[in-house]
T-cell receptor, first 111, second 114 residues
Framework: AQTVTQSQPEMSVQEAETVTLSCTYDTSESNYYLFWYKQPPSRQMILVIRQEAYKQQNATENRFSVNFQKAAKSFSLKISDSQLGDTAMYFCAFMKQGLVFGKGTKLTVNP | EAQVTQNPRYLITVTGKKLTVTCSQN?????MSWYRQDPGLGLRQIYYSMNVEVTDKGDVPEGYKVSRKEKRNFPLILESPSPNQTSLYFC?????????????FGPGTRLTVL
């Protein structure tokens, strides 16, 4: 069974600094998709970034980028120039027939 | 506006009283899914549907039913709710190849079963 592990329940960072959120997963499949979702206090689920496993190039979306290590089954999220609006829960997810989520990392950006 | 809507947004009920949470999307998506979110557990899939009249169990289907009679609607039915079904519920939809496409989430339904 696919599992997703986020080892950091909580993290904090100063505004304008860089932070990296960790995620590891377990699967026997060779082609798959990985996602990072953001959940602000409003509870809305917002897609931050996605990565297709067959692509070696790491995905980037503005201040958000991933470090995808397929052999290590690692999929970390880097947030550059952190902003107060980045304060949220962040979920790593693996796509099976639906999304399999990690337990989340609560990120707080401090002014 | 492309969106997934859920109703009600908040519901407090009592054990054993049947309830339905509705989900509707206006994007002509084939794939729809229900998740529940519990503190410390992340989101877990309850049921999903690949198209009209096609539904299948997710990871935590016990105590839930779904139906997909129309493409746009995917209601979640709790026939005899119990306190352990107190949770935050999300409906999501996407184009039929869910592997490659973003799932759009509804705003969530906060359910409390007393």
């Amino acid at each position: 069974a696919q599992t997703v592990t986020q080892s950091q329940p909580e993290m904090s960072v100063q505004e304008a600094e860089t932070v990296t959120l960790s995620c590891t997963y377990d699967t026997s499949e060779s082609n798959y998709y990985l996602f990072w979702y953001k959940q602000p206090p409003s509870r809305q689920m917002i897609l931050v970034i996605r990565q297709e496993a067959y692509k070696q190039q790491n995905a980037t979306e503005n201040r958000f980028s991933v470090n995808f290590q397929k052999a290590a089954k690692s999929f970390s999220l880097k947030i550059s120039d952190s902003q107060l609006g980045d304060t949220a829960m962040y979920f790593c997810a693996f796509m099976k027939q639906g999304l399999v989520f990690g337990k989340g990392t609560k990120l707080t950006v401090n002014p | 506006e492309a969106q997934v809507t859920q109703n009600p947004r908040y519901l407090i009920t009592v054990t054993g009283k049947k309830l339905t949470v509705t989900c509707s999307q206006n994007m002509n998506h084939e794939y729809m899914s229900w998740y529940r979110q519990d503190p410390g557990l992340g989101l877990r899939q309850i049921y999903y549907s690949m198209n009209v009249e096609v539904t299948d169990k997710g990871d935590v289907p016990e105590g839930y039913k779904v139906s997909r009679k129309e493409k746009r609607n995917f209601p979640l039915i709790l026939e005899s709710p119990s306190p352990n079904q107190t949770s935050l519920y999300f409906c999501a939809s996407s184009k039929l190849a869910p592997n490659v496409n973003e799932q759009f989430f509804g705003p969530g339904t906060r359910l409390t079963v007393l």
